[in-house]
Nanobody, 124 residues
Framework: VQLQASGGGLVQAGGSLRLSCAAS????????MGWFRQAPGKDYEFVAA????????YYSDFVKGRFTISRDNAKNTVYLQMNSLKPGDTAVYYC??????????????????WGQGTQVTVSS
């Protein structure tokens, strides 16, 4: 599976961005996708995830109510709509896909393929 992330940019606090992650290759072998982020000098941080079966979504506490993860099956693309952005959301955002079920959705080790990352910068 190959993943291509896009949609990052510079936005003022309170603004919105929509990230996209286009998947290609053996996408039928995946069970879901997730978004992580990494701020300078910090570890990867789970943001959101979606399961293909049932379309269940999961969010970290710090983005609940502000971010929405969704999928366009026809385009093999997962989106992360980010509203009410804060300076603390500044990071490189990565999308990732997983094949296994019954694993933790919030740990990077559960994911098999990663996109290249897209920079999100929120100014105060």
């Amino acid at each position: 599976v190959q993943l291509q992330a896009s949609g990052g940019g510079l936005v003022q606090a309170g603004g919105s961005l929509r990230l996209s992650c286009a998947a290609s290759g053996r996408t039928f072998s995946t069970t879901g996708m997730g978004w992580f982020r990494q701020a300078p000098g910090k570890d990867y941080e789970f943001v959101a995830a979606i399961d293909w079966i049932g379309g269940y979504t999961y969010y970290s506490d710090f983005v609940k109510g502000r971010f929405t993860i969704s999928r366009d099956n026809a385009k093999n693309t997962v989106y992360l709509q980010m509203n009410s952005l804060k300076p603390g959301d500044t990071a490189v955002y990565y999308c990732a896909s997983r094949r296994r079920t019954g694993v933790s959705l919030t740990t990077t080790a559960s994911y098999d393929a990663w996109g290249q990352g897209t920079q999100v910068t929120v100014s105060s």
